[in-house]
């Protein structure tokens, strides 16, 4: 059984910094996509950052030279640093995981696409 849980997230001043964890077990594929998602109230789900096991890495527009994904594979753990937080960044964001097949180059960024997620963990920025 996957699963995911997410840690770090917090209050933080507008121009501040979080760095998110999502700790994974139970995934027993080698190739995966990976990534955080957030959802604000009254907004729909979006994809934040995604992280396939190969391809291209993508972010959403709003978030680009200011948050970053990572991993680390001995831990187990996808990361989201997140610098220069704006008062547009609250929300409650999710780590979420799927199988990536052989034949797609780049992981989706759409919510649907993914398998399996983790609670979410919320994000609050004053200014």
């Known amino acids: 059984q996957v699963q995911l849980v997410e840690s770090g997230g917090g209050s933080v001043q507008a121009g501040g910094s979080l760095r998110l964890s999502c700790a994974v077990s139970?995934?027993?594929?080698?190739?995966?996509?990976m990534g955080w998602f957030r959802q604000a109230p009254g907004k729909e789900r979006e994809g934040v950052a995604i992280l396939g096991s190969d391809g291209p890495t993508p972010y959403a527009d709003s978030v680009k030279g200011r948050f970053t994904i990572s991993q680390d594979n001995a831990k187990n753990t996808l990361y989201l640093q997140m610098n220069s937080l704006q008062p547009e960044d609250p929300a409650m964001y999710y780590c979420?995981?799927?199988?990536?097949?052989?034949?797609?180059?780049?992981?989706?960024?759409?919510?649907?696409?993914?398998?399996?997620w983790g609670q979410g963990t919320q994000v609050t920025v004053s200014s």
């Open positions: 139970g995934y027993k594929y080698s190739t995966y996509c």
């Open positions: 979420a995981t799927m199988r990536k097949q052989w034949f797609v180059y780049s992981c989706g960024t759409r919510d649907n696409e993914y398998q399996y």
